[in-house]
Nanobody, 117 residues
Framework: QVQLVESGGGLVQPGESLRLSCTAS????????MAWYRQTPGKQRDMVAT???????NYANSVKGRFTISRTNAKNTVYLQMNSLKPEDTAVYSC???????????WGQGTQVTVSS
């Protein structure tokens, strides 16, 4: 059974940085895409960043230039480096992993990020 465990969330002030980690119970090379999503109460879950097996990345416009997604296959871990954090980045951040054939999405439990002065 695939498990994704996030860590690294917390409370920071505007302008500060955080690094989130997502560690899988299986080799992440098994997944076609891994991603970070975020959600605030009453809103839909939005994509923040994705990285595919080849290392290509994609970002939401709101985080481009501030956030960086990366992966370390040897540690079965995907990271989200978040710099220059803003109050509007406050959300529960969840890790996602997908295999395309057959299509199977997997989710972590989420980690809270709060940006406030």
């Amino acid at each position: 059974q695939v498990q994704l465990v996030e860590s690294g969330g917390g409370l920071v002030q505007p302008g500060e940085s955080l690094r989130l980690s997502c560690t899988a119970s299986v080799g992440i090379f098994n997944f076609d895409v891994m991603a970070w999503y975020r959600q605030t109460p009453g809103k839909q879950r939005d994509m923040v960043a994705t990285i595919n097996r080849g290392g290509s990345t994609n970002y939401a416009n709101s985080v481009k230039g501030r956030f960086t997604i990366s992966r370390t296959n040897a540690k079965n871990t995907v990271y989200l480096q978040m710099n220059s954090l803003k109050p509007e980045d406050t959300a529960v951040y969840s890790c996602n992993a997908v295999t395309n054939v057959p299509y199977r999405p997997y989710w972590g439990q989420g980690t809270q990020v709060t940006v406030s002065s």
